[in-house]
């Protein structure tokens, strides 16, 4: 059984940096794009950021470009999400995603991924 599960959330000031962990077991992260989703309280699921399997491929959404880094450990069967510079509206629950076979036109989108984790929480203080 295939399974992720995040770590990392917590409460931070503005400008403050996170980490965010995204343990799979069940299946290698080698074959596997990674992506990073978030949504907050009354709002549609937000795409964040996606990595390649091979590792090579990144997108990230606008709103977090510059400020937000995705790596993935294919030793270690986890992916990461460095959050630098967080704002309050970066305020939301973080979900991992994993999914074979994703071109590079769908990483973007929830829908190509078949792998989710429970999410961790992100919460920013003004």
């Known amino acids: 059984q295939v399974q992720l599960v995040e770590s990392g959330g917590g409460l931070v000031q503005a400008g403050a940096s996170l980490r965010l962990s995204c343990s799979i077991s069940?299946?290698?992260?080698?074959?596997?794009?990674a992506a990073w989703f978030r949504q907050a309280p009354g709002t549609e699921r937000e795409f964040v950021a996606a990595i390649r399997a091979t590792g090579g491929t990144t997108t990230y959404s606008d709103s977090v470009k510059g400020r937000f880094v995705i790596t993935k450990d294919n030793t270690q069967n986890t992916a990461y999400l460095q959050m630098n510079n967080l704002k309050p509206e970066d305020t939301a629950v973080y979900y991992c995603?994993?999914?074979?076979?994703?071109?590079?036109?769908?990483?973007?989108?929830?829908?190509?991924?078949?792998?989710w984790g429970q999410g961790t929480q992100v919460t920013v203080s003004s």
């Open positions: 995603a994993a999914g074979s076979g994703i071109i590079l036109s769908s990483l973007r989108l929830g829908g190509a991924y078949n792998f």
């Open positions: 069940g299946r290698t992260l080698r074959s596997l794009s």
